[in-house]
Nanobody, 125 residues
Framework: QVQLVESGGGVVQAGGPLRLSCAAS????????MCWFRQAPGQERKFVAV????????RYADSAKGRITISRDNAKNTVYLQMNSLKPEDTAVYYC??????????????????WGKGARVTVSS
């Protein structure tokens, strides 16, 4: 079993960048396809991005394309989410999640096997 811990959240001004990290322990992260989800206040948790086990493939939600980049460093057992040109509507709790297999270009919360506890991101206007 793998444990996931997000970090790097905080308050950032609109237009600014922020990088989130997701550190894994318990098992090597290279065993898992990794995703980022986010949950805005009063809304459902939604897919943001996915990266394959060794980073060869990535996919993004339409809302993330062009501004957000998912990456991973398996040697550090860490996954990242680089967010640029942040908007107030990006305000949410961001969750790191893992699953054993790559199953497509889009993921739902029920698809995932492991979750972190989330990192809060607030974008001020």
């Amino acid at each position: 079993q793998v444990q996931l811990v997000e970090s790097g959240g905080g308050v950032v001004q609109a237009g600014g960048p922020l990088r989130l990290s997701c550190a894994a322990s318990g098992r090597t992260i290279s065993s898992y396809t990794m995703c980022w989800f986010r949950q805005a206040p009063g809304q459902e948790r939604k897919f943001v991005a996915v990266i394959s086990r060794f980073g060869a493939s990535t996919r993004y939600a339409d809302s993330a394309k062009g501004r957000i980049t998912i990456s991973r460093d398996n040697a550090k057992n860490t996954v990242y989410l680089q967010m640029n040109s942040l908007k107030p509507e990006d305000t949410a709790v961001y969750y790191c999640a893992g699953k054993r297999d790559w199953t497509g270009d889009y993921y739902y919360p029920g698809d995932m096997n492991y979750w972190g506890k989330g990192a809060r991101v607030t974008v001020s206007s």
